[in-house]
């Protein structure tokens, strides 16, 4: 086993291919530094997003040569560099120039109305008036013209300049309307050429039930989808195909039958014109829903070989790498198989660091960590990318249906009860088949009228066959469909319902996900515990277990236990299999308290403070990034006075102030204006250190700004036109922007107040901080309440433990942590993922020394500090923020208490 691929060895096309976010003025040998970063983190290739923050002009001279230095770079390095193509997202406007050109190139939503309008009327259709709402700041994708003006912005330059030096390119969710049923000016032509029929006759059907409007929705929302497919994703597919370059991305509202009509009419369609199709998940929840079946399925049937997924976005700064590999591998058994993180920002400063946190690149402290966990991923991707699932079932999707009941109402505003209900239903079904273990893939109709036929009582659909279909979830079906059907059935096919068909004895627990994927030397077991939980399964195949941060193959117990969010790999072949007795683990735990082995860098930040708009108070005590927003509100230039006040019990040798942009600032401690001389950074290039301590005193310490704040005219205008609509908010960029600062050094901070435990293992502090005298020990639980509530970075603690019995294991309860290195004599390893460690390998018995260097993440020091919930596992921009803005135009409940997550082990 294995002689065909090399476990251990990892080609770049498997590794992942982050959203390296370029969001700040670019350098070309910053960019090229960069790319060198992400190879030895081992990642395969970078997409090169412009994304809000970004300070250098789009698509121009300078843009085009950090292009260039970042190929360059990959060129070096073995990584691929695929371009993104356009400024923000979604994709289709070309950064304002295409919808630009005018209404014909714009977004248009169809609307009703009992009188007649007084302008863009359509027509009169029963009762009811129709005309059509303009969207200037996106465009009409179901019209080839517009999106031909597309490529010609936003794709042709990169080719002419780069050839085939990229990889290709990136589209991030187009969609359709999500603003209700949209409307573009090539419809009635069209509409007359598919159906020999009026559409202005049936405008109401698309509305009310009436006439017969079923027919009609299904007609129109047919239209819709293959326009969509052949006026974007076809064109440029086609386009990339001419070039030698690849298509990827993802489209919007993927996850029910509801949104993804009016985000795409329906999304597997068109997954046929993209080279590596893609989807996201956003947050750290895992739900029911379509979104990896509806992909894997089209793929699986298409012969498509990679499969992306951008995901992570949302998470926030404390999801730990086993939460991260359990959403990834969630996601890998239904048939993913290419990792696209989600977010590597070229900087954190300003707006940027709130930008759907976690933070994935070297700004994390667990940065030098992160080699190891891609490894693993990247080489469970490379085998199952290698392998091929096989399904005998197959359950038709119902859009169609959906489709029929669909009345017009936006998406994510509406809801619409039919569709409700046959979502679930379709839930339901797909549930039943995971818990029986049994493979299965959706058929969508518009991919079974494009390569579907019956053939020796199969139903083929591409490159997979069928002999079980389930149709129960849908009411309508198309008439291609329904012939096919009957032809399957003639020939000896079988409809089945899901609660009849035999479950699959292959584990004996339906919580643990499972796919089978054949390879042409050994079949892939693949095993998901998506849950926080420890399992234990029975195990009924033979092989070998995969150990995904080596490459090795080893015996595994049939008694298997799953970690927390974990998972079992097993390659099967025609060699002996060895099973193990699952050995009895003898517990080896830590002692309560452990001493400070080195000194900690430490850190507080300071969120509040007094400030003034020319000379006259606005807020005592007020959240600092009320600040900018207010003086954005007055459109004109602001002198803007700052004071922090801290309280200083201790002052260590070296007292760094950290502050971004401090040289547009003049900056006071206790009224003296400060040698701003910059001795490195903290986290960030842009978090830049000035040492204070000669400033400092003991006791109330007052540290103050002074600017004269101004934004240009283009900002305020931008900022403006944010208000309407996501395509321009997702590219703002600030000029000035006023942010928290922080203290650092090697102190402890006191907490006057009290604490409060809170749900998803965090607390939240009421009172007040101060600098004091660094601590010798600390305890092993509630780190932060021992005088690091904000720390950030690395804690190397020492102790004994004892270590005895046969079989003796490590157990923490780590908590806030991404990852624990464990040390006892000469030998070292990583916790990453599991809070178990076998000691067994240290070869030490009896009473021993051990260290261990904990390893956190930005989330205690970057928040979102103030949400009344607490922590959240849904951060995006808005949750940092207190008032409304561009950013939160009704912000979350608010708390002036600090939620911080526990740090414990």
Known sequence: MGDTMNFTSIPKQYRPIPFWSWNEKLDTKETAEQVHTMHEAGLGGFFMHARGGLQTDYMGDEWFANVEAAIQAGEETGMGAWAYDENGWPSGFGNGYVNGKGIEYQQKYLRMSETEPTENVIAKCGDHWFYFDVNPFYVDVLDKKVIKEFIDYAYTPYYERYGNRIEGFFTDEPQISRNGIPWSFVFEGEYMRRYGA?????????????????????????????????????????????????????????????????????????????????????????????????????CEQLGIKQVLSETFALCGHNVSFAELKGLYEWQMVHGINLLCQHLEGYSIRGIRKRDYPPAMYCQQPWWSDYKEFMDAMSRESMILAESRKQADVLLLHPQTTAWSMYDGKPAEVYGNEEIEKLHEKLLSIMRTLEKKHIMYHLGDETLMERHARVENGKLVIGEQQYSCVIDSACEILLPKTQALLDDFLAQGGTLVKAEDLPDNPVCDSDEITYVRREHDDYTVHFFVNTSKDRKTANIHVNGKKLDAYTGELTDFPKDYEFEPWGSLMILEDETETCRLTKQKEDTVRLSE?????????????????????????????????????????????????????????????????????????????NGE????????????????????????????????????????????????????????????????????????????????????????????????????????????????????????????????????????????????????????????????????????????????????????????????????????????????????????????RWNAGYCFVETSL
Not at 244 to 272: F, R
Not at 856 to 879: D, F, K, Q, T
Request: aromatic share 12%; hydrophobic share 40%; glycine share 6%.
């Open 198 to 298: 009026a559409i202005n006759e049936h405008l109401e059907e698309l509305f009310l039930p009436v006439g017969d409007y079923k027919n009609t929705r299904v007609k129109f929302w047919k239209m819709v989808t293959d326009l969509f497919s052949e006026s974007f994703l076809k064109q440029i597919y086609d386009q990339c195909n001419e070039w030698g370059l690849k298509l990827t991305g993802h489209l919007v509202l993927e996850e029910d039958l509801y949104t993804q009509i009016t985000g795409s009419g329906a999304c597997m369609p068109h997954y046929e014109y993209m080279h590596i199709p893609g989807m996201d998940w956003l947050g750290r929840d895992i739900f029911d829903c379509l979104t990896t079946m509806q992909l894997s399925s089209a």
């Open 593 to 669: 308290t452990l001493t400070l082995a080195e000194p900690v860098q430490n850190a507080i930040t300071l969120d509040v403070c007094d400030y003034y708009f020319d000379g006259e108070l606005q807020e005592k005590n007020g959240y600092v990034l009320n600040i900018c927003e207010r003086a954005n509100e007055l459109e004109r230039p602001v002198q803007i006075h700052q004071d922090y006040h801290v309280k200083i019990n201790y002052i260590p040798e070296q007292l760094f102030l950290v502050c971004e942009t401090p040289d547009v600032f003049a900056i006071r401690v």
């Open 673 to 892: 204006l400060i040698d701003k001389t910059v001795c490195g950074f903290y986290l960030d290039k842009s978090f830049k250190k000035i040492d204070i301590a000669k400033y400092i005193v003991l006791g109330e310490n007052t540290i103050s700004f002074d600017c004269a704040f101004k934004q240009s005219k283009a900002f305020y205008e931008n900022r403006r036109k944010s208000l309407v609509f996501e395509s321009e908010k997702n590219k703002l960029a600030y000029d000035m922007e006023i942010e928290a600062i922080y203290l650092l050094g090697a102190f402890s901070v006191t907490t006057d107040g009290t604490w409060e435990q809170l749900e998803r293992n965090a607390v939240r502090f009421t009172g007040s901080f101060a600098l004091d005298a660094p601590k010798e020990t600390v305890r092993i639980k509630h780190i932060e309440q021992q005088g690091y509530p904000f720390f950030c970075g690395e804690m190397k603690l020492a102790g004994e433990v004892e270590i005895a019995g046969e079989n003796p294991v490590l157990d923490l309860n780590v908590k806030g942590i991404n990852a624990v290195r464990v040390k006892i004599g000469n030998k070292e390893k990583v916790m990453l993922t599991d809070n178990k460690l076998p000691l067994k390998e240290f070869g030490v018995s009896g009473k021993t020394k051990i260290e261990l260097t904990l390893v956190n993440n930005l989330r205690n020091i970057l928040g979102p500090h103030h949400l009344e919930i607490g922590e959240s596992y849904a951060v995006g921009p808005g949750a940092f923020f207190k008032e409304s803005c561009v950013w939160a135009s009704s912000p979350a």
